[in-house]
Every structure is written in C-alpha cells, then in structure tokens.
C-alpha cells in the first residue's frame, strides 16, 4: 500500500542540523519564553528571585522554626543516635537548648499540640 503524502508537498523541510540546533537551543526557548510571559510591568533584572536562593530561604526558616519550636524532637534525636565519640557532646547540647526552649516558653505550642494529640488518641467512645 502505497501512503500519499501529497498534503505535505509545499511545506518546508527542516533537515539541516544547523536549523535544529537554533530551533532547539537553550537561549532561542528562554528568549521565547520571556516574550511569552513578560510582564506589563517593568521590574528589574528578571523580576523572580534564583530558584536556589528561594530554596535555602526556605529550607533555612523551617529549620529554625524546628529548632525554636520543638526541641524535644532534636533530643530526641540526639538520644537515638548510634553510639560514636559525639553523641555525647550531641545529648548535653541538645538537652542545654531543650532546657532554654522550655524556660523561654518557646516549647509551649509544640506541648500543647503533642498534649492534645495524645489526649485524642487516648479518648474512647461508646458504643
């Protein structure tokens, strides 16, 4: 069986390794994509802050919310760890900052929460 492939007669062939290297390269696609999404508004330099900075931003702000907020866990940790010449300094350090936690209050939500959590699940209903 022989396939007509007439419809396609006057469309241009792009069979140059050249054309498809500048179709295809980094810079044609994001230029395009500037063009396809720019903004009405002027704003400096590329307007979106670097994907690494957002990244450590946020990796940075939940490790210090955990570390301020539940220390328990970090003891925890600490008391968990295999046995090696640190986890000894490890235990004292993070019982020294569980203990500063708790006496700055800072602990509270996490207790609260943990509290009602142990309350629910402790709870039994009637049947």
């Given at each position: 069986m022989k396939k007509d492939f007439s419809a396609f007669a006057?469309?241009?062939l792009e069979t140059s390794p050249q054309t498809q290297v500048a179709r295809l390269s980094p810079a044609t696609t994001r230029q395009?994509?500037?063009d396809e999404f720019s903004s009405?508004?002027?704003v400096p330099g590329d307007g979106l802050p670097s994907a690494l900075r957002w990244?450590?931003?946020v990796i940075v702000?939940?490790?210090l919310?955990?570390?301020l907020g539940d220390a328990a866990a970090i003891d925890n940790w600490a008391q968990n760890l295999p046995d090696s010449p640190v986890k000894g300094p490890v235990i004292v350090a993070s019982r020294n900052w569980l203990d500063l936690?708790?006496?700055l209050h800072l602990a509270r939500p996490a207790e609260t929460v943990r509290t009602e959590y142990d309350r629910i699940k402790a709870a039994r209903f009637s049947e």
């Amino acid at each position: 069986m022989k396939k007509d492939f007439s419809a396609f007669a006057g469309l241009p062939l792009e069979t140059s390794p050249q054309t498809q290297v500048a179709r295809l390269s980094p810079a044609t696609t994001r230029q395009s994509a500037k063009d396809e999404f720019s903004s009405p508004v002027d704003v400096p330099g590329d307007g979106l802050p670097s994907a690494l900075r957002w990244t450590s931003t946020v990796i940075v702000t939940a490790a210090l919310v955990l570390a301020l907020g539940d220390a328990a866990a970090i003891d925890n940790w600490a008391q968990n760890l295999p046995d090696s010449p640190v986890k000894g300094p490890v235990i004292v350090a993070s019982r020294n900052w569980l203990d500063l936690t708790k006496e700055l209050h800072l602990a509270r939500p996490a207790e609260t929460v943990r509290t009602e959590y142990d309350r629910i699940k402790a709870a039994r209903f009637s049947e």
